[in-house]
């Protein structure tokens, strides 16, 4: 169990320097993936002030990865201009539950851009989340509670290196439809609720 969990411990460490909110909304995935060809959907996100919306889509691309883009808009409030967001992200399985380490865990990369007038920001993330699905007895509802060390490397007139950790729970219906709660704190903070279409 000690070997595990150090291995455990190993990727978060090393993953942390380098996370995938490429478009730098709350939106955190999970170490499983729910859909077995595809999913699309929507998020809603508060990343700190304002409302971001942004659609995505998901695709297989082997047992263990699948990939997804996203677009969309984050309106700030205010006189603040509105900002188009565009990304990308890759998820790979890198951990399965065992009887020593009760976890499953998936390295996610990410790389996005916010578009406004004098502020483009452009953001290349690594991290690594960590969690593990509970199926309820007699039903079709599973649940995947997890977290996200979370660091973004964001590049723009004034670049620097953000950390984070994202908290969420994903919440399948069925084999047709997820729910995706989730919030962080630290550099990033907000909450966000994702639905989604499962193929």
Known sequence: MRRSLLAAVSLIVLAAPAMAQETG?????GPDRLFQKSAFGVSMSDPGSGIAIEGYYRMASNPKADFGFRVGFADPGGSASTAFLLGADY???MLNHTEDFPLDG??????GVSLVEGNNVFNVPIGFSLGRKILLDNSS???VPYFTPTAIPSFSDNSDLLFAVGLGVDMQF???FDLNVSGSFGDLDGISVSFSWLH
């Open 25 to 29: 909304t709350p939106v955190f995935l």
């Open 91 to 93: 998820r790979m399985r």
């Open 106 to 111: 998936a390295l996610v990369l990410g790389a």
């Open 141 to 143: 509802t599973s649940f």
């Open 174 to 176: 069925g084999s047709k």
